[in-house]
Each structure stands twice: as structure tokens, then as C-alpha cells.
């Protein structure tokens, strides 16, 4: 295998440790140093490249994402940031002219979030979703992946025009004579995906393939993906076809999953198959297994996100819980039970309280040896992250939710609590594992606007000045760190992957500026020169390939 020389670069190895050159061999970093040493060590067959004085921070590792659902998403009409219905009509209506093919039998959509429509903030119904089709389902998610709205025509496939039922863990919403409006929230809302046909396998891999170079030309050199039980492909399908992908060599980006389940008897089929039994996972550092992925709770923009006391601008709604938390608990016994990880979606305060007190009852002398951890953990205060330190419960934050999350927690949640959540700079003091992921295709997978958000406080705009609660802000080693090393030990990978160092795996990024001296304000514009995984360079900017 190759072996790679980089020299005169600015390298960082730890806080305060920069080093001049690197050497990679099989896979791995064989040397760190100064030029003199590093070429000593490197043999004469090496690719020497000279960096110019550009800085190198380890392979950036998304410790939370649905990779596969945001290559679905090129195949699907983008309504991200759109600020009426009418704008979302109008977009999916020129999508489904341009590309009719992928619309024939049925029109899905994600992303739309009427926090940001500019006139009337209501969320679309049927009869909007009408003014696209009447003749095939339309169904268009919110862009927390929660709450979905739906046309007439998907109703009546449903038989919901006729009759009405009840999901348990989800709602039907119904207009003042009883019929339903098209909004479906939480476990309903499969009802009405479920009726738009899905991609086929060779579609999938293709575009999962598609969003896995878009993360490598970012500096992604990692990811733990939730795609399993987060797309209509079944869970059989994506692990065979994600087997394929690795053992043709078809992706670089190394991967682990995040297996979502949503039900007791699945997680028992799942704990009993040849899947998880006999190890099918001949180069873990390239695919890995993960652990298991639940839903406590929805999200703070659809006012579903389980909360302690009422949202303060929805006085009577507490938000929602998709599992008891018997349930919760009987999940973690058998987890525990067969040594697999629990990561889980908490957003609110209530659901972060009670999931913890189900991971407490599976520790082992005070220790988390699983490394059970939290996903996303926003709304938070001082005591709940002090139990998560003492109980050293991992959490996995999107630095880059507090883009949008800034301009309403505050009138969700209060004052008072929105100020000790998205606490940052305080789980990290208090000693808590943090790692950064992006939730992507919640938002996107380019980490550099994520470190943004994490060091500043601000949104993409720049607002607000001094930053959100800026006592919360990261420095940027903090940050770089959650996304490497910190990520790495999520997956039990610390002792290898996310440091520039001798024995680890040489993933590496060269950046465009040095993110430790620029102006905070340009972090989010970084893009890499190069991206390196195991000392092979997949990815190499225009202006330097020419
Ligand atoms: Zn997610």
C-alpha cells in the first residue's frame, strides 16, 4: 500500500501541539514531527507532498446522521427554506415538470417549516398539497421529520375518508367536522410516506453514493448513519446493499450504523439475526455495526419535543413521547442484556430526564461501559448535565440547530431554561463525552458551517452579535476535538481514529485557511484542499488538481 509524506504544514495534534509533517503507511501514521524527522522515518518510495504552510486537523467525524436519506433527498424536490406554501407549491410543482419520472406515482418531499414562512405562519393542509395533485399521493414532511402533510388524494387511499382510526403514538389531525386536514404527526405519519413508491436498491446505492463524495469533499472522513429504519428501503435491503457497497470498494467514507427501531419485537428479530449474530463485518474500521437508535420524543419547531412544563407558547401541550418509558426501559435490559450501545433522539427536558433514568438502571457500578448516549440534548439545565457526568453519559450535539433554534426556544421554552440549554461550553467542563454531528439532511452534512455554530453562537447571518448565551461557546480545539476524537469515542475508536498521531489511521483534511487563527466568521466558508482517508487522498480540490 501507498505511503504519503505531507511537510511544511501547521498539523494539529492536540491543544497547543501543532507538528510540521506526517507520514502515513498502510493505512496508518507512522510518524508526526518536524520535516527532518518525518522524512527520516518515511521511505524512498514516498509521495512527498510540500503543503505550503496549510493547516491539517484530523478526519472530521459526524457522530449523528441519515446519510442515505440526504442522498434520497437530490431525487426528491428541495422545499428547504421555503417561506410560504405557495413558494413549496410552486417548487415541487417545476421539480415534478422538469423530472416527471420521478413523480409518476406519487410525490414526496422534505423540509418545509412554516416557523419560517413570512406571512402566514399556519402548516400546510390538504387542500394546498391539492393544488400539486389530485391524482397521486403528495405528502410533504416537515423538516424535523416528525410531521408530515398530506393531499386528499393519499386520504383516500388511506380510507380516511370514510373512516377514521387511531394510531397509538401518533395523531390524525381533524378539522371542526371531524375529517382529517392532511396533518399527520409521529407514528401516523408512515401511513401516508408509506404510499409513495420507493427507490429502487440500485437507486439507493447510487445516491447514497452521491451524498458520501459530497461528505468527503467537506472533510468528512467518518460517519455514524441512521439509516437503517429511516427510509422506506427495508432493513434487510440497506444492511445487504451497504455489504456491497464496502466489499466492492465502491465507498472510502468509513461508516458505522445507527440501527433505528422503533418497536420491542423488531429490536428481538434484529438481536436474533445473522446480522447481528455472526459478524459479518470482515473490516470494521470501514463498516461497523452501531448501536441501537430510538425516539424519545419530536422536535422543538413542531412543538413536539417532550417538555417538563408547557411550552410557553402552546399553554396546555407538553409535547409528545413516541415510547413509555417502561418500554424505554425494557429496551435498554435487553440491549444491556446482549452489550449493545442505546444512543437516543431527546430534545426536550422531560424526555432527556426520563431516558437517563432508564440508562441508570443498566449501569454497571456507576460506569457506562456501553456508552449509552443522548442525541441532540437540547433543552437542558445545570442538574440534568451534572447527572450526565456523574452517570458519564455520552452526548451526541448539532452545534448548527441552534441556527434556527436561536429564534425560538426562547419563546418555547422561557427565558430561563433556554439559557442553560444548547450548554455546550458547560458539558464539556462538567467532563461529559461530546462529540458533534449535523443531523443531516435536518440540516447539511458540510461540518465547517457546524464549528461555526459552535464557536460563535451565531446563525449563518451573523446574528446575534455578541452571540446566543456567548458563555456557552466553544473554542475552536473544543470543537475540533468533539468532532474528531470525541466522536471516535461514540463508536469505541479512540484509541485509533480521530488524532493526528502515531499508530492512528491516517485521516486527515487539508484545509483552504488555518480555522485556529481566521476570523471566527470564516470558519463556516473553510473548504478543504484535500481530504485523506487510511494515507489515501480522495479528495482533492479543483485549484489543486491543476
Ligand atoms: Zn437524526
Known amino acids: 500500500m501507498g505511503e504519503l509524506v505531507l511537510t511544511n504544514g501547521k498539523i494539529y495534534v492536540e491543544r497547543g501541539a501543532f507538528a510540521q509533517a506526517v507520514y502515513a503507511q498502510d493505512g496508518e501514521i507512522r510518524a508526526v514531527g518536524s520535516n527532518e524527522e518525518v522524512l527520516k522515518a518515511a521511505g524512498s518510495a ?35 427554506g421555503v417561506t410560504s406554501i405557495e413558494e413549496m407549491i410552486e417548487r415541487v410543482r417545476k421539480f415534478v415538470a422538469e423530472r416527471p419520472e420521478e413523480s409518476r406515482n406519487g410525490i414526496l418531499s422534505k423540509g418545509w417549516n412554516q416557523d419560517l414562512f413570512t406571512g402566514e405562519k399556519r402548516m400546510p393542509n390538504r387542500y394546498d398539497l391539492d393544488r400539486i395533485s389530485t391524482e397521486v399521493p403528495v405528502v410533504m414532511v416537515r423538516i424535523c421529520g416528525h410531521l408530515a402533510a398530506a393531499n386528499s388524494r393519499a386520504i383516500e387511499l388511506l380510507g380516511l375518508d370514510k373512516q377514521m382510526i387511531e394510531v397509538s403514538g401518533g395523531t390524525i389531525e381533524t378539522d371542526e367536522n371531524g375529517v382529517p386536514n392532511g396533518i399527520f404527526a409521529e407514528n401516523a405519519m408512515n401511513l401516508v410516506t408509506d404510499l409513495i413508491p420507493r427507490f429502487t436498491i440500485e437507486d439507493t446505492k447510487r445516491l447514497f453514493l452521491k451524498a458520501a463524495d459530497y461528505a468527503v469533499a467537506h472533510g468528512i472522513t467518518s460517519v455514524q448513519s441512521n439509516d437503517i429504519g429511516n427510509t422506506s428501503t427495508s432493513m434487510e435491503e440497506i444492511f445487504q446493499m451497504m455489504h456491497e457497497i464496502y466489499d466492492e470498494g ?34 470494521p474500521r470501514r463498516l461497523a455495526l452501531g448501536p441501537l437508535k430510538l425516539f424519545k420524543d419530536g422536535s422543538l419547531g413542531g412543538r413536539t ?3 417538563r412544563k408547557e411550552y410557553a407558547d402552546d399553554p396546555g401541550n407538553f409535547g409528545v413521547e413516541c415510547i413509555s418509558k417502561e418500554e424505554m426501559d425494557e429496551f435498554c435490559r435487553i440491549a444491556d442484556e446482549n452489550g449493545i450501545q442505546v444512543v437516543t433522539h431527546v430534545i426536550g427536558d422531560r424526555a432527556i430526564a426520563d431516558v437517563m433514568e ?20 437540547q433543552i437542558t439545565d ?40 444548547y450548554a455546550f461550553h458547560t458539558a464539556d467542563k462538567l467532563g461529559i463525552h461530546v462529540s458533534y ?23 449563518q447571518k451573523g446574528w446575534p452579535e455578541g452571540g446566543f448565551f456567548p458563555e456557552e461557546c466553544v473554542d475552536i480545539c473544543e470543537a475540533i476535538d468533539a468532532y474528531t476524537i470525541e466522536s471516535a469515542y461514540q463508536e469505541f475508536s479512540e484509541d485509533f481514529k480521530g488524532r493526528i498521531k ?4 491516517a485521516d486527515m ?13 470564516e470558519i463556516k466558508d473553510i473548504l478543504p484542499d484535500m481530504t485523506i482517508i487510511g494515507g489515501e487522498i480522495v479528495y482533492l480540490s479543483q485549484e489543486d488538481s491543476h
Open 358 to 377: 432508564s440508562y441508570e438502571k443498566v449501569l454497571r457500578d456507576g460506569k457506562n461501559p456501553l456508552r449509552h448516549g443522548l442525541i441532540h440534548c
Open 46 to 80: 514516498a509521495k512527498v507532498i510540500d503543503l505550503k504552510g496549510k493547516t491539517v486537523i484530523p478526519g472530521l467525524n459526524d457522530s449523528h446522521l441519515h446519510l442515505l436519506n440526504y442522498g434520497m433527498s437530490y431525487a426528491r424536490a428541495d422545499i428547504i
Open 382 to 421: 445545570r442538574q440534568m448535565l451534572e447527572k450526565a457526568a456523574k452517570d458519564d453519559i455520552l452526548i451526541s450535539y448539532q452545534p448548527i440547530f441552534l441556527d434556527y433554534d436561536m429564534h425560538i426556544v426562547l419563546d418555547r421554552c422561557g427565558k430561563e431554561l433556554g439559557s442553560t440549554s
Open 502 to 505: 502515531e499508530g492512528y489511521l
Open 437 to 459: 454531528g449535523t443531523d443531516c439532511p435536518v440540516e447539511g452534512c458540510n461540518p465547517f458551517p457546524n464549528l461555526y455554530s459552535a464557536v460563535t453562537r451565531k446563525d
Open 250 to 283: 465502491l465507498c472510502k467514507l468509513r461508516y458505522r450504523h445507527q440501527v433505528c427501531i422503533t418497536d420491542l419485537e423488531t429490536f428481538k428479530k434484529y438481536i436474533e439475526s445473522g446480522e447481528f449474530k455472526n459478524g459479518k463485518y470482515k473490516d
Open 509 to 521: 483534511v487539508v484545509l483552504d485557511r488555518d480555522i485556529f487563527t481566521c476570523d471566527p466568521m
Open 305 to 307: 419535543a417532550a417538555l
